[in-house]
């Protein structure tokens, strides 16, 4: 069966959808694991993205299991979800991953960090995906690879921390020498300190709810991690100039409570920039006429001008991965004819074996034996290799409808 895509982004639904939905995966593909119509699933969940790749039985089926197994996981509040889905189907499904690995779908048309979720999405859910989604996600962040390696989009591209810092930089007086609060100990954390080096941020000091925070200061020279104590926290907090989150940690909020508490009460406007999913900032923060709040949905109203000529270069080579992976696909499709005419072929020499194994010495019995067995990996070559050029050609049917009649094989070809 063609693989299919189901799952919503930033574009069609809300932050808050897409963190809600992230905080049932393990439930969403457990159920899937569970259902005897997919043959294998990965999830690619992000800030902006939840999408499912599914590999089914059987199309009609396998839409329904999908909806039913994300309708298991979505409240009432959230029902909407259910009209927002969207799906791709086979070539559809293809070159949207194609393209969401090269960093074409992005929030940021080029953004770096892409293809890494992509890589990590296959990595976590290897258990429950199999070889054709494995192959899938495989040729996506190859060609993702080649964009990066051969157009401007992949060597000057952005990402969320780097737009986000940018409104920093533009609107909120500029980074270089001041104080900057990290929250947050993730892949996005490491991106952020580098970002702050480049731009000659002054102090930059990290705090982490998991405890992480000293292992992560270690492995980043510039970073001072502040220690699990709720009062170190909200020291950290009165003196930032500057404050990144991205932990996304459920509960780990910063609240109109928390900067009360902390002393934050300034004239200089303090900005926060929440590159998190679940957001780590409380909406009412925003209120607050001495902060100055930095979204992901800000961050997608202020996206630059992508470069038209990279843009096209880039999906170039995507509609060319995108072909290449059809190309190979389309020969598999033989793999069940090709299969089925070599057992066939094998169970007639097996028998012409056994029959010489009775009536000649062993000596003889194992030459007839070689010579029997090069003659049928001759024979089968021709018709191997043109059932191959047919899989790929779309034409498999005129060579399984020949087998059906000359041979009486029937052989069932997955789509």
Same mark, same amino acid.
Do not use: W
């Given at each position: 069966m063609p693989i299919i895509q189901v799952g919503v982004t930033h574009r069609n639904t809300s932050?808050?959808?897409?963190?809600?939905?992230?905080?049932?995966?393990?439930?969403?593909?457990?159920?899937?694991?569970?259902?005897n119509v997919i043959d294998g699933a990965i999830l690619l969940a992000t800030c902006n993205r939840f999408?499912?790749?599914?590999?089914?039985?059987?199309?009609?089926?396998?839409?329904?299991?999908?909806?039913?197994?994300?309708?298991?996981?979505?409240?009432?509040?959230?029902?909407?979800?259910?009209?927002?889905?969207?799906?791709?189907?086979?070539?559809?499904?293809?070159?949207h991953l194609f393209e969401v690995a090269s960093g074409l779908d992005a929030v940021v048309v080029g953004e770096r960090e892409v293809?890494?979720?992509?890589?990590?999405?296959?990595?976590?859910?290897?258990?429950v995906a199999n070889a054709k989604l494995n192959r899938l996600f495989q040729a996506a962040l190859t060609t993702s690879k080649a964009v990066k390696n051969n157009t401007e989009l992949g060597s000057a591209g952005k990402?969320?921390?780097?737009?986000?810092?940018?409104?920093?930089?533009?609107?909120?007086?500029?980074?270089?020498?001041?104080?900057?609060?990290?929250?947050?100990?993730?892949?996005?954390a490491g991106v952020v300190v580098s970002e702050l080096t480049q731009r000659g941020a002054g102090e930059?000091?990290?705090?982490?709810?998991?405890g992480r925070a000293e292992s992560f200061a270690k492995t980043h020279p510039r970073v001072e991690a502040i220690g699990a104590s709720e009062e170190e926290f909200l020291v950290a907090l009165a003196n930032a100039e500057i404050i990144v989150c991205c932990s996304g940690r459920v509960g780990n909020?910063?609240?109109?409570?928390?900067?009360?508490?902390?002393?934050?009460?300034?004239?200089?406007?303090?900005?926060?920039?929440? !590159? @998190?999913?679940? +957001? $780590?900032? #409380?909406?009412?923060?925003?209120e607050l006429a001495h902060v100055a709040v930095i979204t992901l949905s800000t961050i997608a109203e202020n996206v630059p001008p992508e470069q038209a000529k990279?843009?096209?270069?880039?999906?170039?080579?995507?509609?060319?991965?995108?072909?290449?992976?059809?190309?190979?696909?389309?020969?598999?499709?033989?793999?069940?004819?090709?299969?089925?005419?070599?057992?066939?072929?094998?169970?007639i020499i097996d028998k012409e074996i056994e029959k010489a194994e009775h009536h000649y010495s062993p000596e003889t019995a194992e030459a007839v034996a070689r010579s029997l067995h090069r003659v049928s990996n001759?024979?089968?070559?021709?018709?191997?290799?043109?059932?191959?050029? !047919? @899989?790929?050609? +779309? $034409?498999? #049917?005129?060579?399984?409808?020949?087998?059906?009649?000359?041979?009486?094989?029937?052989?069932?070809?997955?789509?």
């Open positions: 932050n808050a959808n897409l963190a809600k939905l992230s905080e049932h995966k393990d439930q969403l593909l457990a159920s899937l694991n569970a259902s999408e499912l790749y599914v590999d089914a039985k059987k199309f009609h089926s396998g839409v329904e299991t999908v909806k039913e197994c994300v309708a298991e996981i979505v409240d009432e509040s959230m029902r909407q979800v259910a009209y927002e889905l969207e799906m791709r189907v086979g070539e559809l499904a293809v070159q293809a890494g979720q992509v890589r990590r999405a296959l990595t976590e859910y290897s258990k990402s969320l921390a780097s737009v986000g810092l940018d409104l920093v930089d533009e609107q909120h007086g500029g980074i270089r020498g001041r104080d900057v609060l990290v929250l947050g100990t993730g892949d996005y930059i000091k990290v705090a982490s709810a998991s909020r910063i609240s109109v409570e928390l900067l009360e508490k902390a002393g934050v009460n300034r004239y200089e406007v303090l900005p926060i920039v929440d !590159l @998190a999913l679940p +957001g $780590d900032v #409380d909406p009412a923060v925003a990279a843009t096209q270069e880039a999906e170039r080579i995507v509609q060319q991965g995108v072909e290449t992976y059809a190309h190979v696909e389309g020969g598999r499709r033989a793999d069940p004819a090709v299969t089925a005419i070599r057992r066939y072929v094998s169970e001759a024979l089968l070559h021709a018709p191997s290799v043109r059932a191959n050029k !047919l @899989a790929k050609k +779309g $034409d498999l #049917d005129s060579f399984t409808n020949a087998l059906q009649t000359i041979f009486g094989i029937e052989v069932e070809v997955n789509n």
